[in-house]
């Protein structure tokens, strides 16, 4: 079978990039969903594209921009490398092609279980001599 690529070209619209998107993001560890205000889910839906989700692409670049809501007690910035690979990867593998532009902005927190988090009980601290017993610095 040749590996010769046949010409011409493919066209994907800017709703199938979302829907790309949206699944590569839904699908990564530790996304709770997608954020944005009472505006964004009006301009979203007048758009009809999912809120938080934005695909622009124009003369010839592919810019995304993400509003995520995060688990709670996750490290977000882990949160936001995992999405950024998870997109990567999708678009390239589906269109064959990369993203120009990825901007990935968390805005707020979720806890998983629909309950807020317990709160957290007063930890006694340590006696300074015990530390330098330990043999860790004391300051």
Excluded: C, H, K, W
């Excluded at 009006?42 to 999912?50: D, S």
């Excluded at 882990?78 to 990867?89: K, L």
């Excluded at 006694?124 to 004391?138: C, E, F, H, N, Y």
Aim: avoid cysteine; aromatic fraction near 4%; hydrophobic fraction near 45%.
């Amino acid at each position: 079978m040749p590996d010769d690529p046949i010409p011409g070209r493919a066209l994907a619209t800017r709703r199938a990039v979302t829907d790309i998107v949206r699944a590569a993001t839904l699908g990564s560890y530790g996304v709770a969903g997608f954020a944005g205000g009472p505006y964004e889910r009006v301009a979203a839906a007048f758009e009809g594209r999912p809120p938080g989700v934005r695909v622009t692409v124009a003369d010839g670049l592919l810019a995304i921009r993400l509003d995520l809501r995060v688990a709670y007690g996750l490290p977000v910035a882990e949160v936001a490398r995992q999405v950024d690979s998870a997109i990567r990867y999708a678009i390239r593998r589906a269109l064959g092609r990369e993203v120009d532009e990825l901007s990935i902005r968390v805005g707020g927190l979720d806890n998983v279980l629909g309950e807020p988090p317990a709160p957290t009980a007063a930890r006694s601290r340590p006696d300074a001599s015990d530390l330098a017993d330990s043999g860790t610095d004391v300051a």
